[in-house]
């Protein structure tokens, strides 16, 4: 562990985008916060909502963030933390250059401040039917029997907490364009893993053939290096791609195949 | 019925359950959340799922589980519920497994199970120790596709204020304010469920997420609707100190055999690897050879308590004991328990699978909550589909999850929660529909929910003005610690008097409260000293409760009021003995219940039924 605390800091700086709505200018505000031993970047905030007051000495309001576990488990914290897009309430001051500069993510519409309005990603799970059809919550008895091997891989997948660091760096993905991003797809062959998902496995597919769906993602593997779970997205994307690309071949063949054998004659 | 919706407050495990019920029975549904649901508390859990499932050959039956929670709880848990909630904890765990939750297995592709404290038996169903995560995940996932059907309406940062009444005073619907646009509505429901999880963060620091607040269920209670069991509140063993919260070690450490211990030496300041076996002072395995490290958390919560505070023995002379994996394969580790080794890593920037962890018991889970009724049906379980389940006081309001008082009693077992919320919300659910049928009362007039919603309007305006000195978050930082300081492991009528007093202060300083913004987009702070009244009332309630009950029972602990040690190792052997527990457990083995009049909470007691099981003395050496 870095040890730049030493020698008696007693402050940490930071620089932190301010912004009501998108109807007003931005700007950054600074704030010298209080060193505490382990703070990290929510506590920092904490503090100045306890003494809103900059820098400079003028009052202002507190900051305007979303967070709610402290754990990185709810994925609710997501900001750009000196220009690289991260889960606040696991980013420890003593591990920050400073100026800390904290920034809302660029690729989501702003509500306020830190805030930002991430309901696009709720709605690309919608698109690659991110569930299994269960018949009901009645008693039927235990699911379908799954290796230790099987169960390690999706339990990976499925620890994907919807924070937006894997859109937040992705290339494709841009303020109001379709792409769904590199969770979605993932979460689409989670599904598609499972034994009674396999069982409506193209409906996941045709959801990620939609606009937004997997074509556009342009490889370029940002978001696997900035997942805080560490989610193997890229080979999420690959094998959903491989899948669709089957998928495709299928409904060629099918469609094309009484009319292919017309064509070819009784020969 | 034809335009009939509900209304289900809270996306944890509890709320959304709920919502599956209500949609899967063809309802209409409004549910709000201060977060998206996906990112409720419920994703903090650790550990499991409690479920006599039996799959280890060790003979678990749901009866034994019964029989764990019930005296785990001492009994002070509502013993039909607990009865329901056990015999239902299989099929809701199979329910999840064909839900998709990533289980772990055995080899033979089997739910594994796991061993979590104060029980004897393999019955924790586990996803590595996120289950949490994965279990809110799944019901999300089930809401979602009720979602796309048209069924379910989210308001996702909306925040519950309130409840609109008729002039019978039946709840008839909410009063909710957008924490984005602030706007502020009501939203007319033939039952309205709280499933708004605990109130941690009245103790500041604790393992809780930071919006759980009690708000909601502190206004429910100013509302009218009785509050149960306030004083019990569970600190857990091990969680790591930090500055914004308390995050916790999963008792699931422990469960895959992890040992707590204190070098013998006090003022030791060898590094814990070098200190040898001989040397180290294993405290809760020696007294309790039985359950070792798997005792309840009451118990092993004291147990620390008293090696750091009272015999000085804390690491380093301070609050801190070890809790040490470091024997355990780091490849075991990782397959069962990674979650909560990468918190230790990310937190705290050491290696837990190298260097012992150093913990200190945190505040973690309210017992009590808002009063809820069952009715008893056959098998002395809640008769299925009985719109008294789940009940409060007010008609039409419905309870479940941690908010509830009723699973658990004085102390709740490790992995029994997860489980209460979902059978709350399988048993709430279908209570609210038969309600509606069975309420047959016509549709409440419009100008009750103007009404309402013009009340709420003016009062939000009101805090907006607020331009005191007083800073709203100082004071709740004041009022946790003050709580933790007094209102946690050990208690005395002392400190609890002073401690009422100083809520009195702080009530009057809200009083001098300053809003700190005036905007009408995405203003926090203002929702904040909203919330700030309501947690300064439910504080004030958790600390009458403790200060009136002169006993010692699960969580709760007065030195000055417990029965000495017993002569013999089993105290039903000691007749004098057991002539004090007579006594104690008639006096004391009833629900607090704390009800608001003029400002104050008034408290009573009620006797507990126990047609389950009979109480007997609570002992695990
Ligand atoms: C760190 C940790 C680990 C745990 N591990 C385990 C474990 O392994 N096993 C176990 O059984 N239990 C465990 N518990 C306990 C368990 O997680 C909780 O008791 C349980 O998840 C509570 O679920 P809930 O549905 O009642 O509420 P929550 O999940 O807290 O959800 C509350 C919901 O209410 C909403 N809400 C609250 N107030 C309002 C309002 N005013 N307006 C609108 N919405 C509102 C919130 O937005 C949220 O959606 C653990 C707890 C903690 C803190
Ligand atoms: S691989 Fe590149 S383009 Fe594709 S989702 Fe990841 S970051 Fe975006
Ligand atoms: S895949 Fe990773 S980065 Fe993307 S949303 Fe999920 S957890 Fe976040
Ligand atoms: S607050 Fe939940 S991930 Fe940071």
Redesign the pocket.
């Known amino acids: 562990m870095e040890t730049r605390t030493a020698g008696g800091r007693t402050h940490v700086h930071f620089k932190i985008w301010r912004q009501e709505t998108t109807d007003h200018e931005g700007r950054f505000e600074e704030f010298k916060v209080p060193y505490a031993k382990g703070a990290n970047v929510i506590s920092c905030l904490m503090e100045i909502q306890r003494n809103p007051v900059t820098a400079e000495g003028k009052r202002t309001t507190p900051v305007v963030w979303d967070s709610n576990c402290l754990e990185e488990v709810c994925g609710s914290c997501t900001v750009n933390i000196n220009g690289r897009v991260r889960m606040a309430c696991s980013s420890l001051v003593d591990h920050l250059a400073e100026p800390i500069v904290l920034e809302p993510l660029q690729k989501f519409p702003l509500v306020r401040d830190l805030a930002v309005d991430r309901s696009r990603m709720f709605d690309a799970l919608k698109q690659v039917t991110a569930w299994l059809n269960i018949d009901g919550t009645h008693d039927l008895g235990p699911g379908p029997r799954q290796s230790q091997g099987d169960q390690a891989v999706m339990y990976v997948l499925s620890t994907c907490m919807t924070c937006a660091c894997c859109l937040e760096a992705c290339p494709q993905v841009q303020l109001g364009n379709a792409f769904m991003g590199a969770a979605a797809i993932s979460q689409a062959r989670l599904f598609n893993m499972n034994p009674s998902g396999k069982m409506n496995a193209d409906d996941r597919l045709s959801g990620l053939m939609e606009r937004g769906g997997v074509q556009d993602c342009g490889k370029a593997q940002n978001c696997v290096e900035v997942c805080p779970k560490e989610i193997p997205l890229t080979t999420s994307i690959a094998a959903m791609n491989r899948e669709v690309t089957k998928l495709l071949f299928r409904r060629i063949l099918s469609l094309d195949l009484p009319s292919a054998r017309a064509a070819a004659g009784p020969g | 019925m034809a335009d009939a919706r509900f209304t289900v ?7 959304l359950m709920t919502v599956i019920k209500l949609a899967e029975a063809g309802q209409k549904v409004d549910v ?4 998206p ?1 996906k990112r ?3 994703v ?6 409690n479920g006599a499932v039996n799959t280890k050959g060790e003979g678990d039956h749901p009866d034994i589980h019964v029989k764990d929670t019930l005296r785990g709880g001492d009994f002070l848990a509502e013993q039909t519920s607990v009865k329901g909630m056990c015999y239902a904890a299989p099929g809701i765990i199979y329910l999840l497994d064909r839900m998709g939750v990533t289980f772990n297995r055995t080899p033979e592709g089997l739910l594994d199970f796991r061993r979590f404290g104060g029980t004897l038996y393999n019955r924790t169903a586990f996803a590595g120790a996120t ?2 995560q994965q279990l809110l995940y799944a019901l999300d996932e089930q809401v979602r596709r009720y979602e796309v059907q048209g069924l379910v309406q989210k308001y996702e940062y ?3 204020l309130g409840t609109v009444r008729d002039e019978g005073g039946r709840c008839v619907g909410s009063v ?1 304010m957008d924490l984005n646009t602030m706007e502020i509505r009501a939203f007319p429901a033939e039952a309205v469920m709280l ?4 109130p ?1 963060i009245i103790f500041g620091r604790s ?3 930071v ?2 607040t009690g ?2 269920a502190g206004r429910a209670y100013l509302e009218g609707a009785t509050y149960a069991n306030g004083e019990f509140v569970q600190v857990h063993p091990t969680s790591i100190p930090g500055e914004d919260k308390l995050r ?1 070690m ?1 008792e699931s450490v422990r469960a895959e055999g992890g040992r707590v211990w204190v070098p013998k030496k006090k003022g030791d300041t060898r590094a814990p690897k070098d200190i040898p076996e001989s040397e180290r002072w294993h405290f809760l395995e020696e007294k309790y050879p039985k359950y070792g490290n798997l005792v309840p958390r009451d118990v092993a919560t004291r147990e620390i308590f008293h090696v750091c505070r009272d015999l000085g023995l804390g690491l380093g002379g301070k609050d801190g004991v070890y809790l040490d994996v470091t024997h355990i394969p780091a490849k075991v580790l990782d397959a069962k328990i990674k979650g909560v080794m990468e918190i230790y890593e990310k937190f705290v920037g050491e290696d837990p699978r190298v260097t012992p962890m150093v913990i200190f018991p945190g505040m ?2 309210s017992m009590g909550g808002l009063y809820v009724q069952f009715q008893p049906g056959k098998n002395l379980e809640p008769e299925p589909a009985h719109p008294k389940n789940q009940a409060t006081t007010v008609p039409g309001l419905y309870a479940g ?3 509830d008082h009723a699973y658990h009693g004085a102390n709740r077992l ?6 209460s ?1 979902i059978y709350a919300g399988m048993i709430g659910g279908p209570a609210m529909v038969s309600y509606s049928k069975s309420s047959g009362q016509k549709a409440a007039a419009p100008k009750h929910f103007e009404a309402a919603r013009k009340v709420w309007q003016e009062r939000i305006e009101q805090l907006r003005k607020m331009e005191g000195p007083e800073n709203p978050y100082r004071i709740a930082r004041e009022l946790g610690e003050l709580m933790t300081e007094n209102v946690t492991v050990v208690r005395t009528n002392d400190k609890l008097r002073k401690t009422i007093e100083k809520l009195a202060e702080l009530k009057d300083r809200w009083k001098r409260v300053n809003a700190l913004d005036s905007s009408n987009n995405a203003n926090r702070s203002l929702s904040f000293v909203n919330q700030l009244w309501n947690m300064l009332e439910l504080a004030h309630v958790i600390a009458k409760g403790a200060l009136l009950r002169d006993e010692s029972r699960g969580a709760h602990y007065k030195p000055d009021f417990s029965l000495p040690e017993p002569k013999t190792n089993d105290p039903r052997e000691d007749p004098e003995w057991m002539k004090l527990w007579q006594i104690r457990h008639e006096k004391w083995a009833k629900t607090t219940l704390a009800s608001y009049k003029e400002g104050e909470p008034q408290i009573s007691y009620e006797d507990i039924p126990t047609p389950v099981l009979q109480p007997e003395p609570r002992w695990y050496a």
Do not use: K, P, R
């Open positions: 407050v809270g996306g944890g495990l509890a709320g709000f959340s201060i977060v649901v409720s508390h419920s903090c859990a650790q550990g499991g799922i289950t949490g909306w925040e519950w909710a499933a708004t999880g605990g941690g393992t809780n997420s919006i759980n708000t909601a916790l999963s973690h889970y999850g941690e908010v490790g992995a029994n929660s997860l489980l919320c």
